[in-house]
């Protein structure tokens, strides 16, 4: 049986024209913000630390978990060097994925070598092909973008030339948060249109041209890039400039969807960034590949002494399918958190889902083999702690995308397939 990792729909289309830009009636202006570019401390190991010698003639290595290749060119190096990739705890304040250190950390290069992110598995999350920036780390915690990339927006690669190695990593540059939310009927959220790139001069829309535009704690954006709210779904929508107040209808069927999008206008080009908000209800609900939604009573512990936290269907007859999820606490020793599918690190940091059908005999896990290796699933699961009348609950949503489903007995992969979710179940912790 192969080992691997495991993967709101925060969603922006981008194409360009020429429109005015009106504020709507009701807006306000924000009031005058500024950037502030924070330092953040260093990530620590997670995964394994890659190596490979690349001599005079070049050479690509590419991580362990495949996200992350370095192309060095013949000439960039003079003698044979290990060259290392170390997964880290991404440590940005718009993080995506995982960031990594490059070794021999301060390597100098006499040609530019080129940087390639992968960034497939995380296509859900991101703000569009202009979201993502690849930014790396100073000495002294800051993260500054690179600047120069090239976004193959298709085969969802970013590269950019570096002559210097230190910890590199994907960010992104704007979001409409939060991306995604479960709410309960009745219920309100607060949405918030957001940029964390500041760039020293020039137009803070990716794809950024100028380096050193540093990142840092969110700001608003301005009120002159806002155009429309809309919202697609049940509920109703109040906005006010870059924020907008969604409540949710007072009764709502297990898996009720209400998409939310906000239109921006910067320099002539249109961007439509998007927020998903699920209406949930007790269970944990589940679609395989877009067919009909089954949902299950469930809970969520809290595993002792492992850092970790489950979340299980109750099975009461042979005629139902076993749900399992587990992942990490978060650094304030919470089930909160935005969780990427990952079964490669170690133990108390992996995420994993599986979904064994009656009877036993096949299973969906977050991880595929797509014939040469294995690879975490796409996706992500989001969790959220909440209190009702004295009952602890989690909820949220999930996402995986291209699950694998395999034989139990032998651990042969069959086919690959996606998975979309919701839940809240009490938690006993």
């Known amino acids: 049986m192969f080992q691997s990792n495991v993967f709101p729909y925060l969603l922006l289309f981008l194409f360009t024209g020429s429109v005015s830009c009106r504020k709507p009636p009701h807006a306000t202006e924000p009031p005058q913000q500024q950037g502030v570019v924070s330092q953040q401390p260093k990530g620590t190991p997670v995964g394994e630390n890659y190596t490979e010698i690349v001599g005079s003639g070049g050479g690509t290595v590419t991580s362990s978990d495949g996200l992350l290749e370095i192309e060095i060119p013949p000439g960039a190096l003079t003698a044979d060097t290990e060259i290392g990739i170390q997964p880290l705890r991404h440590t940005a304040t718009s993080p995506v994925g995982k960031s990594y250190r490059l070794t021999p950390h301060g390597q100098t290069f006499r ?31 800051e993260w500054v973008c690179t600047g120069g990339n090239v976004n193959d927006t298709t085969r969802r690669i970013i590269s950019v030339q570096t002559d210097h190695f230190s910890d590199w990593a994907l960010i992104a540059s704007m979001e409409l948060s939060p991306v995604t939310k479960t709410l309960g009927a009745g219920k309100t959220v607060t949405l918030k249109a957001f940029r964390y790139v500041f760039p020293d001069v020039g137009e803070w829309l990716a794809p950024l041209s100028l380096p ?218």
Request: hydrophobic content about 35%; charged content about 25%; overall charge negative.
């Open 212 to 429: 050193n535009a540093g990142t840092g704690q969110p700001i608003l954006i301005e009120k002159q890039y806002i155009r429309k709210w809309t919202l697609h779904g049940p509920g109703k929508l109040e906005t006010k400039g870059s924020e907008a107040v969604y409540t949710a209808p007072p009764s709502a069927p297990a898996h009720s969807t209400a998409t939310i999008s906000l239109e921006l206008n910067v320099n002539g080009k249109q961007v439509l960034l998007i927020s998903t908000i699920n209406i949930v209800t007790e269970g944990i609900h589940i679609s395989i590949d877009g067919g009909e939604w089954q949902s299950y009573p469930g809970w969520a512990v809290k595993m002792d002494g492992l850092f970790r936290f489950s979340m299980s269907n109750i099975r009461s007859s042979e005629d139902m399918p076993q749900i399992v999820f587990q992942w990490p606490e978060n650094d304030k020793m919470k089930s909160d958190g935005l969780h990427f599918w990952s079964m490669d690190d170690e133990d108390r940091t992996d995420v994993n889902f599986e979904y064994d059908e009656p009877g036993l005999k096949r299973m969906w896990i977050s991880i595929f083999d797509d014939g040469l290796r294995t690879f975490d699933s796409a996706g992500f699961l989001h969790v959220e702690e909440t209190e009702e009348n004295g009952t602890k609950y989690i909820s949220g949503t999930f996402f995986i995308g291209k699950a694998g489903l395999l034989e139990r007995e032998n651990g042969q992969q069959i086919r690959t397939g996606n998975i979309n979710g919701t839940f809240k179940v009490q938690r006993r912790w």
């Open 111 to 141: 040609k530019s070598v080129t940087v390639r992110f992968n960034y497939w598995k995380y296509k859900d999350v991101l703000g569009s092909a202009l979201a993502p920036e690849i930014a790396f780390q100073k000495e002294s915690g």
